[in-house]
């Protein structure tokens, strides 16, 4: 064993011992029974609704994290994220910087609160998209956001949708890897990595590049690969449900830079936690530190 592969296979154990119970013990929660979902899934239910009846946006996924993670054995609230693709507002995004896919399709997450018990939605606002990737304020960008956001929400209460405060991160909040190899082949090696894993869940991937191509705009390659594991996950999620808006599921960008180097780009999951202010826990951090040790294995030459 070598001085570089030790910490991963010690924190390998360690996440193996905590998700099958050995360490992490009982929950205490119930197991959710299907009344309790009645109220987030009415939410879920009239945004997907109206994503579907929209001519301008395409559901690319929904992701119940609630329900994965309880089928597996690991309970946590209702929580069910929606995500959604509108190619003409994510192109022109794309284009003033392309960090910013990280946090693109547009999604909205369908959620029962641990503080009042009620079932809300939450999505992020122009405002976080602006203060983390440094897009134009008071621009057409910003009313085209507002104006899908309007269609996605219709026919939600006021008073169901919740927000953020404050909006920003106190840093961006996002983990970068230079890659040494192609942009296919840097796609496959985080695919390989994805699949290696004995409990990670795909859910999709997005061609931004061949969705920008395909309206008549010309961005660099930049692909976004979906993934998660449920238990694990649920685990993160139990006190913090929101998490599943941004930190669940994992996003992996690989993306192009104009001088052609390929990069890798996901999220710092402690970094979102803090940003929501919700709990940072022991499942969150061996998360994080997994994620890290696994996709710079996997951009090793």
């Known amino acids: 064993m070598t001085e570089n592969t030790r910490p991963r296979i010690l924190l390998h154990i ?10 992490s013990g009982c929950s205490g929660r119930p197991i959710n029974l299907p009344e309790n979902y009645a109220a987030s899934d009415a939410l879920f239910d009239r945004v997907s609704g109206n994503v579907t009846r929209s001519e301008s946006l395409k559901q690319v996924v929904e992701i119940d994290h609630s329900r994965l993670g309880q089928e597996v054995g690991s309970v946590m609230p209702p929580s069910r994220v929606l995500i959604f693709s ?51 304020k008071g621009s057409t960008l910003e009313a085209r956001f ?11 209460p006021q008073e ?39 409990d990670t869940v795909g859910f999709g991937r997005v061609d931004f ?26 685990s993160a999620m139990s006190d913090a449900p929101t998490l599943g808006l941004d930190a669940f599921c994992q996003k992996m960008l690989i993306w192009q830079d104009d ?39 996997a951009l090793e030459e």
């Open 14 to 23: 360690l996440f193996t011992l905590l998700f099958s119970g050995v360490l």
């Open 86 to 136: 509108n190619p003409a507002f994510e192109s022109e995004v794309i284009q003033q910087n392309p960090l910013a896919a990280i946090d693109l399709p547009l999604r909205v997450l369908a959620y029962q609160s641990d503080t009042d018990g009620q079932a809300h939605v939450i999505y992020n606002q122009y405002d976080y998209l602006e203060a983390r990737y440094g897009l134009e």
């Open 160 to 198: 169901r949708i919740a927000a953020f405060d404050p909006y920003e991160m106190s840093s961006d909040g996002i983990i970068t890897l230079d890659s040494p190899f192609s942009f296919d082949m840097t796609v496959q090696r985080v695919q390989q990595a994805i699949d290696s894993q004995d």
């Open 259 to 297: 001088n052609n180097n390929v990069h890798l780009s996901f999220n710092d999951l402690i970094a979102l936690a803090d940003r929501q202010n919700v709990n940072k826990s022991l499942a969150l951090r061996i998360i994080n530190q997994r994620l890290k040790g696994v996709f710079e294995a």
């Open 209 to 234: 590049r061949a969705q920008a191509k395909a309206i008549g705009v010309d961005i660099n390659p930049s692909t976004l690969i979906l993934f998660g594991a449920p238990a694990p996950g649920a």
């Open 146 to 156: 507002n104006k899908v956001m309007a269609e996605v929400l219709a026919g939600v």
